[in-house]
């Protein structure tokens, strides 16, 4: 039974994730059902996550969705990031980061939901390139710290530091997802924080999950992303203040 709830969850969260962000935060309660402890459910997690990225991003290359000749810029402070976050993942007090996100998100949710002409279509003027720098720099950290939820921060930064509308910042926030996945999941392993067989098994679901996920972003009214967004914000939100 556990295995099918991974597998669905991992469907699940992949087409969630890809039109959106937040699905870790139904696979991580479901890995800790199978019996994993936080961290390594933390890190197992990673394996969905990879999976469910490597079929949204084929299916985004092959549509031309991804704005690659930008890619380089923003991946490699990401980059840096995540493996800095992965590695201080057991150093912070797990409450205090659940509650300040929680309450991030709230004041975003804020932002998504009430400036639509940012979101849709996107800004007609780059911001500052060190501010993006930096700003991708510290969303690093925290995908290579919990991984969940950090597709808003990407889509957020995507759209106003970036000048991408909604759809075209799903696109570049799987790729930069997948690539700083490989980095966090390596080190996880490492620390033999990652177990194959549920990881695997989660995989499977995402794969599925992450292609319906890209199949949809091409289709699904930008408001509809939008409120997508904001409802898992809201969502997840409560879930870190409250739980």
């Known amino acids: 039974m556990v295995e099918l ?3 669905l969850g991992g469907l699940f969260s992949g087409v969630v994730n ?3 962000g937040g699905g870790s935060f139904l696979t991580l309660p479901i890995l800790g059902l199978y019996g994993l402890s936080p961290t390594v459910a933390n890190g197992t997690n990673r394996i969905g996550i990879l999976l469910q990225n490597i079929s949204a991003t084929w299916r985004f290359l092959a549509k031309k969705e991804l704005d690659l000749k930008n890619a380089l810029f923003i991946t490699i402070p990401t980059i840096i990031g995540a493996i800095l976050g992965t590695s201080i993942v057991l150093s912070l007090p797990e409450k205090l980061v659940k509650l300040s996100v929680g309450i991030i998100f709230l004041v975003m949710s804020y932002f998504v939901l009430f400036t639509p002409k940012v979101w849709e279509e996107g800004r007609r003027k780059k ?3 060190t501010l993006s720098f930096v700003v991708f720099f510290l969303i690093g950290i925290y995908g290579g710290y919990i991984q969940a939820g ?3 921060f990407l889509i957020y930064a995507l759209t106003l530091l970036e000048g991408y509308d909604v759809r075209k910042a799903n696109a ?3 790729f930069l997802t997948l690539i700083f996945t490989v980095f966090s999941l390596t080190l996880f392993s490492f620390k033999n924080k990652v177990e194959f067989v549920p ?4 995989g499977a ?3 599925v999950g992450g292609y319906v996920g890209s199949y949809l972003n091409t289709r699904v009214n930008k408001k509809v992303i939008r409120y997508v967004v904001a409802g ?3 969502f997840s939100a409560m879930n870190y203040i409250f739980s």
């Open 150 to 152: 950090v597709g808003f």
């Open 172 to 174: 570049m926030k799987i």
């Open 127 to 129: 911001s500052n390139r």
């Open 205 to 207: 679901g995402s794969f």
């Open 18 to 20: 890809v039109l959106a």
């Open 199 to 202: 990881g695997l098994i989660l």
């Open 5 to 7: 709830l991974l597998f």
């Open 232 to 234: 898992m914000m809201i």
